[in-house]
Every structure is written in structure tokens, then in C-alpha cells.
């Protein structure tokens, strides 16, 4: 089954309370390949809820993946039969989250908490693969612990199972998004499957970017931490891989930013949406002068309008 893009994608990760509609869509209009929806409960999906409105896409993004989590494969391929039917277009892939490491998500066994029954992770995707009409990837990690490091294995269970693609996060469950990621693990997954292998874990501008390319033979990445307040990481990594000049945006420019996401997600979510920006804003100000004191002031706003006129005036204070 053909995967929705070509060549070397730079993808954005799927992050739970970080990447809804509105900032998928500002890191697609930066130059994103390919977006996924925040991990998606099946069950959730299945009894109704909010969960539903994770699978809301913006236009430029479409067609994205949409991200499922869970460990009933019954339930899990009837949502996956449910997206291809009533998504159809917006959706082109499905991923299967077996990496998420929170505990809220591992305490029922699943995200992370399938690396260590393997044999319940090949029973979801092959049900999931059967169902679905789009093709399946499957997003893991190296293990559960460093007593179980079982990626290799788990990778070639997930190709076996029906995964057309998978992304490994070179990091343990244990090491939560501590410590370095291990590009040799990926290297190891990309030598040993005939699928596509994505790279995740500490791309951070396009140094990094080119090195994991290098070093794992990758056939794409996956950022996530390194995009949060920064989309313009994707133009950087874009020309990089094209050998193209690239100009770094201005303070200014990554400001400008910062105002038009809280503007398109009060704008999708209502006014009661500026508290979420609370989080994304210390990313977006991270090394300007005066960043400290002003992420102080930030998360005290109470509305949007308060939000947008403390950074114009910090916007002015930082310079270019």
C-alpha cells in the first residue's frame, strides 16, 4: 500500500496537548511534509466523548495521519474501519501509538506498555491492517526499560503484523525524554526491515537533522520536542537537505507567530483557549533577552487580547 509522500518527508510528531489543528497547520504552512493528529483514544472513540474532536484536520495539512492508541484490537480496528470511512481524504495514514510513555496511557497497558507483550502489539496492528483501507504505520520505542531493549525484534513483529512504515524513538520508556536518543538503534531497525523506518528523538535544527540522515540511513524524520514554538525548524531542515541558503527568522518574525497561533486557537476552540497558550509561548521565546521574566508575566494573562499586547510589547524589548 502506497505511502502519501515521497523522497526524505520531515514530519512533525504527534504530541498530546502540543500539535492540535492549529499548530499542525502553522508548521504545514512553514514547510511540514506530513502532520499527525494528537494520539487518539479508540476506546474513547468508540463511546463516544471528546475524542472525536481530535480528528479534526485543517485543510493545508490534509491528507495527514491520524494517530490511534489502544490495545483491544476489536476496538481498535473498528475506529480504524470508522476514520477510512468518515475521513476519508482528510486521512492517509494511520499510525498505531506504541511509544506514548505517560502513565495515564501505560497504566492501561497501553502506548509504551505494549513493548512488553509483543505478541498483544501483533494481534492490534494485523487487526488494524485488516480493516483499515489506508496503510498502517506503528510508532514504538526502544524498549520498555534497559532490561528490554526488544526494538529489533518488535520492529520486524511490526512489519510482519501488516505495518507499511514504522518510527522509532531511539529513547526507553524508562528514560521517559531523558538522555540521548539512540540513532544506532534506528540504524539497526532501518538494516534489518524492508518497510520504511522514520527517526525520532533529538532533531533539533538541521545539523542534527543531516546527522541522523547520515548515521541511520533513515528514510525520514520525525520532529518533536525541537518544533515546539520553532516551526520555522522546517524550512531550516528543508534547505539544509537541499543544500539552499536559509535565513534565520528574526525575533520579530518568531513573534509574529506566536501571535497568529494564539489568534487560530481561539479562534478553533474559543477564548477559553488562551490558557493552552500558556505552554506554548515560553517555547516560542526561548533564548531572546528578557525570555524569563516575561514567560512569568504570560501565563497570568487571562485573555488573548492581554497575551497578544504583552508580546507586541516584548516584541519591541527583544529587537530583531
Known sequence: MKLPFDDFPVMLAPMAGFTDMTYRALCREQGCDFTFTEMVSAKGLCYGGKSAELLETAPIERPCG?????????????MARRICGEHNGAAALIDINMGCPAPKITGNGEGSALMKEPLQAARVIEAVARASSLPVSVKFRKGWDSASENY??????????????????????????????DWDAIAAVKAALTIPVIGNGDIV?????????????????????GALGFPFIFPEIKAA????????????????L???????????KGPHAVVEMRKHIAYYVRGMKGASAFRANATRAETAEEMIDMIRRFADEAGE
Open 66 to 78: 491520524i494517530q490511534l492508541f489502544g490495545r483491544e484490537p476489536d476496538i481498535m480496528a473498528d
Open 152 to 181: 529489533l525484534d518488535f520492529a520486524r513483529m511490526a512489519e510482519s503484523a501488516g505495518a507499511a512504515m514504522v518510527t522509532l524513538h531511539g529513547r526507553t520508556r524508562e528514560q521517559m525524554y531523558s538522555g540521548a536518543a
Open 205 to 225: 535544527d538541521a545539523p542534527s537533522a543531516l546527522a541522523m540522515k547520515a548515521r541511520t540511513g533513515c528514510d525520514g524524520i520525525m520532529i518533536g520536542r
Open 241 to 256: 537537505l537541499k543544500g539552499t541558503p536559509y535565513a534565520p527568522p528574526s525575533n520579530r518574525q518568531r513573534l509574529d
Open 258 to 268: 506566536a501571535i497568529r497561533h494564539i489568534q487560530g486557537i481561539v479562534a478553533h
